[in-house]
C-alpha cells in the first residue's frame, strides 16, 4: 500500500490546489483553495472559461464600477467552489477577502453572501468551509457566522494562542501552517530541521494534543508543507492538506507510516490551560515573533494576490 493509501486510514486527506484534474487522480475527501491558488488557476487556458462566466453574469446584472469587480470576484471563487464540489465528496474551502481580516463585521456579511450564493447553486452550507484569517477580527467574526450553521476554517494559524482561541468560540475547523513556520525558524536560525523537530511539526502536535486533551470538537487540519516528512510526522492529525506535488510523492513511496498523533494518548498529558480573552490572545501573539510576522505576511501576501485577480478580472471586463 502506497503512503497516500496509508495515511487516508488515520487521517482525511484535503487536497490544496485549485486545480480540478489533480483533484480527480488523488481523491481526496475535501478541497482547499485560497486566493493565491485561484489566481494561479485562473491563469490557466482550461479554467479561463470559469473566469469569463462570472464576468458575463455579473454584467448582465446591470452593476458597474467596484461593485461589478466584487461581485465577479465573488462568483469566480464560488465557481471554482462549485466545480471542485463535483470532484471532492466532502467540503470545499473558500476564502473571505484577506483585506477584511481586521474588521468582523465586513466578515461576517462576506460570508453570509458567499454562503447565500452557495445555496442558491443547489450546496447546502455543511459542505462548506468559509476560510477566514486568524485574527482576533477573523475569529469573533467566525464565532457568530457558528451559531447560524455557517461552518468556518480558520487559517494564517501560526501559534496556539489563536488555536485556543479558536476553539472557545466553537469554530468548526483550523488551518496551522506548518511549512510557514518552518521556514521562519530555518531564516531565523539557520539551521534546517526535519521529522519530529520541524517546529511546524511540533506546533500542530501541541495543538493537536491541547485539543484533545481539554475535549474540544474544532477540527485541525495541518497545511502549507514544505516536505514529505511533516506530513507523515503528522499522521493522525483530523485532517491534512496537500499540494499536488507532496500527494504525488505520497503516492510513489511505499514505506510504512504509523500514526504519530493519538486522542487517546493526548488525554493523559499535562497540560495547563492558557486564557483565550482578548488581552491575553493579544499579548501572547505579540509575544511569539514568528507568529506575528507570519500572520502579517500571509494577509499581506493573501491581499496582493486578490489584487492581481482583480486587475485580471477587470483587464476582462473591459
Not at 448582465?60 to 461589478?68: E, Y
Not at 471542485?84 to 465586513?106: C, H, M, N, Y
Amino acid at each position: 500500500m502506497n503512503q497516500l493509501d496509508q495515511l487516508k486510514q488515520h487521517t482525511i486527506v484535503v487536497a490544496d490546489t485549485g486545480d480540478f484534474e489533480a483533484m480527480k487522480a488523488y481523491k481526496p475527501q475535501d478541497a482547499t483553495t485560497n486566493p493565491s491558488l485561484i489566481l494561479q488557476a485562473s491563469q490557466k487556458d482550461e479554467y479561463k472559461s470559469l473566469v469569463e462566466k462570472a464576468v458575463a453574469d455579473s454584467k448582465a446584472s446591470s452593476l458597474s464600477g467596484p461593485a461589478l469587480l466584487d461581485a465577479v470576484m465573488d462568483r469566480l471563487v464560488v465557481a471554482f467552489g462549485l466545480e471542485i464540489l463535483k470532484i471532492v465528496p466532502g467540503r470545499v474551502s473558500t476564502e473571505v477577502d484577506a483585506r477584511l481580516s481586521f474588521d468582523t463585521q465586513a466578515n461576517i456579511d462576506k460570508a453570509r453572501h458567499l454562503i447565500g450564493m452557495y445555496e442558491k447553486a443547489g450546496i447546502s452550507r455543511e459542505r462548506i468551509l468559509i476560510k477566514i484569517a486568524s485574527t482576533w477580527e477573523g475569529i469573533k467574526a467566525a464565532e457568530v457566522l457558528q451559531k447560524e450553521g455557517i461552518n468556518c476554517n480558520l487559517t494564517l494559524l501560526f501559534s496556539l494562542a489563536q488555536a485556543v482561541a479558536c476553539a472557545e468560540g466553537g469554530i468548526k475547523l483550523i488551518s496551522p501552517f506548518v511549512g510557514r513556520i518552518l521556514d521562519w525558524h530555518k531564516k531565523s536560525t539557520g539551521k534546517d530541521y526535519t521529522g519530529a523537530e520541524d517546529p511546524g511539526v511540533q506546533s500542530v502536535t501541541q495543538i493537536y494534543n491541547y485539543y484533545k486533551h481539554f475535549g474540544y470538537t474544532t477540527e485541525v487540519m495541518g497545511a502549507s508543507f514544505r516536505n514529505k516528512g511533516e506530513i507523515t510526522e503528522l499522521t493522525g492529525c483530523d485532517l491534512l492538506t496537500i499540494s499536488p506535488g507532496l500527494l504525488g510523492e505520497l503516492q510513489a513511496a511505499t514505506d510504512p507510516i504509523e500514526p504519530k498523533l493519538n486522542a487517546a494518548n493526548a488525554k493523559s498529558l499535562k497540560i495547563d490551560r492558557i486564557g483565550s480573552d482578548e488581552k491575553t490572545f493579544r499579548w501572547l501573539l505579540n509575544e511569539d515573533a514568528m507568529a506575528t510576522e507570519k500572520t502579517s505576511e500571509g494577509i499581506r501576501n493573501f491581499a496582493k494576490d486578490i489584487v492581481k485577480l482583480e486587475t485580471l478580472v477587470t483587464s476582462l471586463i473591459g
